[in-house]
């Protein structure tokens, strides 16, 4: 498959919601069902902390091309650190969203999919 060409910031901003919409619909799939239950239990999964963890998971796990993907959305320059990741955590997790762009625009569910399910094991999640 030809690589994608999408800036890394564009790459980025989809798989921010690629990822979003994976962990709503483990959320739902585990059964809560308020929208509070719902957006506190997304933020154990959507902070720079837990997606820099979750990446630690996913690395064995990549082929040449996603990792290469993951590296450019983790040299990716950043302006702004959250006060919440220090600012190693924040590269892993801009290069878990650049991945995760990737696959999508490469229409790659099923491996969307299975790295979500490596990247936070049932026993680490809700």
């Known amino acids: 498959m030809e690589p994608i060409d999408q ?6 901003y989809l798989g921010d919601c690629v990822l979003e919409l994976c962990v709503r619909e483990h ?4 059964g809560l069902s ?5 957006n506190r239990a997304a933020l154990d999964f959507v902070r720079a902390p837990a997606q820099a963890q979750a990446m630690k998971r996913l690395l064995p796990a990549l082929d040449e091309t996603e990792l290469a993907y993951f590296k450019r959305g983790r040299n990716m320059g950043h302006t702004q650190t959250p006060k919440s990741a220090t600012v190693g955590e924040y590269r892993a997790a801009t290069g878990m969203e650049v991945l995760f762009g990737y696959l999508h625009l490469s229409g790659k569910k099923a491996r969307i999919d299975e790295l979500f399910a490596l990247a936070y094991p049932d026993e680490e999640v809700i």
């Open 27 to 30: 959320l739902v799939k585990k």
């Open 34 to 38: 308020t929208s509070a239950h719902l």
């Open 7 to 12: 800036s890394v910031p564009a790459l980025a």
